[in-house]
Nanobody, 122 residues
């Protein structure tokens, strides 16, 4: 069974940092791209960042470039999202998702975690 479990969210002041984790299981981790997507209060889903181990590619939304860094620990089957210089606009539930097709950087999601809440407030 495929599982994606997010952790690391919490309350942080503007300008602070958090590191989110996504622990993956139930599939060959190295073969699939992983994406971070967020949903702010009262808003729709927004794609944040993606990573593919096979091509060593990373991608970022314009709103987080220079502040967020995505990475993996293949030995732990875990994807991380390091978030620095956080703004109130970053407040959202953050989800990790699995790319549906092996060897593709993006095209569609087939599994989602339950999300972790990030709140940026003074």
């Amino acid at each position: 069974e495929v599982q994606l479990v997010e952790s690391g969210g919490g309350l942080v002041q503007p300008g602070g940092s958090l590191r989110l984790s996504c622990a993956a299981s139930g599939f060959t981790f190295d073969d699939y791209a992983i994406h971070w997507v967020r949903q702010a209060p009262g808003k729709g889903l927004e794609w944040v960042s993606s990573i593919s181990n096979y091509f060593s590619n990373t991608y970022y939304a314009d709103s987080v470039k220079g502040r967020f860094t995505i990475s993996t620990d293949n030995a732990k089957n875990t994807v991380y999202l390091q978030m620095n210089s956080l703004k109130s606009e970053d407040t959202a539930v953050y989800y990790c998702t699995k790319e549906a097709v092996a060897g593709i950087d993006w095209g569609g999601y087939d599994y989602w975690g339950r999300g972790t809440q990030v709140t940026v407030s003074s």
